[in-house]
């Protein structure tokens, strides 16, 4: 499962086939009436921004979205199926929005109301055409306000097809969308066979919202969560952490975002390094974020790492193959003031990540609230972070190369970077989203470099002592 940005999504031309909701459909989405179910409290934030940017005349919907190819020409009747199918099991993608009046509605259609309609085929003779295309699609076709907020369809040729759904965030997130890949490969293989696939339990996202909604009356300014979320705050100047490499932004300004990827380290050094973590009682994504943390001391001379991570709060197991926003963030902190090896940075590491899975419980824009003035926003976007994903582990990983499944996202402004370590089964790739600046190439080479660096040589047993007095270790005993 690749991570990419809109700008690499260049599929061969073919001709370009979508599905919308029947007459039927929208009229019953017209009609629907409210639904009593809160947002989520990341719901609530996306939507209250899009109305405001949508005041502003700016873009209010960065898109997500997700690829696969099949071999051959497509089988459009089998293909509409998949995506009816998987539109009905998923009460995220049946839920839909109305602003009234500064009041967010929510309706939620059955799914006996869910029929699709395949449009007419479009043929593409260029894939600058097609791309540009499908930029202006995605942005038109996933409106929060607009249900459904989807857009699905294939690049259908006579030798490999590509299928790709977009989607506004309120339906979903990074984890939904590799989800996505796998139920709508295996629903259109097994229509394309005549049989009815064979499907998992999907819980209810909206039952994740009203326990979220539950969850955040229960606690006051004064709970242990928002206690720890205040000390993390003030520690990075009353707001949220900003990328520690110096990426040439001036502050105020925003650039347009570029997303720089690279494998780190290859299949045997990762699950080498997975092993080195786990015989010192810490996992992998700690001891990412160790090499991350030494590595910046070793570009700028910090001893503090600060940044948040997004965390999964799909802790029913039916929740497991739901689509939905089942995101929280939590903070991570840890420093290397008096560490005298990689394994003591490790062991710190791994004492924030199991800080940092006990906040997952409370929902952090709760604590946002709660802490009202004490936390400002200070430029677009509101944090930079580091997330983890083991894609491995995921339904159908198996067959992502086979299916060359990605995950995408719409290229927008940006004046912050987001990094996403990722493990494939060929290692561990890093993709940062930043800013386009003459700096950020090069500054982002290096540090993905050295992190690398660091993830083999610790592969290799080496537990390297840390310097105290300098920068520079990590060259001197690679």
Known sequence: MKPISFLDFRPLPGDLVEWTVSAETGAAAMRAPIDPVPLSYNQELHLRSAIAARRLGASGNP???????????????????????????????????????????????????????????????????????????????????????????????????????????????????????????????????????????????????????????????????????????????????????????????????????????????????????????????????????????????????RTVTPMQTRRQSNWRHAMGWFVTCSPLSFSLAGAGSFADILNRAQLSVNSALRLARVPALRIVELLGDEFRITRRDLFSMVSFTDYRTFPGAGRHDEWNASTMGRVTEADDSHVWISRQHDGLHISIRHPDTPTAGVVLEEYAQLIGTLLAHEARGANCPLASDAVGWTRRSA
């Not at 260029?126 to 857009?151: I, K, M, Q």
């Not at 380290?265 to 973590?277: H, K, L, P, R």
């Not at 943390?293 to 070793?298: F, G, V």
């Open 63 to 305: 898109w997500i979205g997700a690829s696969f190819d099949i071999e051959g020409g497509v089988d459009l009747n089998s293909l509409g199926l998949a995506f009816a199918v998987w539109m009905r099991r998923h009460e995220a993608l049946r839920s839909g929005f109305r602003d009234r009046d500064d009041t967010i509605e929510r309706f939620t259609l059955s799914a006996d109301d869910v029929d699709l309609r395949q449009e007419e085929a479009s043929r593409f003779t260029s894939s600058e055409l097609l791309h540009d295309h499908l930029d202006r699609r995605f942005a038109s076709g996933t409106n929060p306000f607009s249900w459904p907020p989807l857009v699905l369809g294939v690049v259908s040729r006579e030798t490999r097809s590509t299928v790709f759904v977009a989607l506004d965030h309120v339906a979903g997130d990074g984890y939904s969308l590799a989800l996505a890949v796998w139920e709508l490969q295996t629903s259109y293989e097994a229509f394309l066979e005549g049989q009815v696939p064979v499907l998992p339990e999907t819980g209810s996202f909206l039952e994740l919202c009203l326990a979220e909604r539950a969850r955040g009356a229960e606690i006051s300014a004064t709970d242990p969560a928002v206690g720890a979320w205040r000390e993390f705050i003030r520690a990075c100047g009353g707001t949220s952490p900003t990328f520690p490499l110096d990426l040439g932004v001036t502050a105020g300004d925003a650039w347009p975002q570029s997303v720089y990827t690279r494998l780190i380290v290859g299949a045997d050094e990762a699950q080498a390094f997975e092993e080195i973590c786990e015989g010192a009682g810490s996992g992998m994504f700690a001891g990412i974020l160790a090499c991350m943390a030494i590595s910046i001391h070793e570009l700028t001379g910090q001893l503090e790492f």
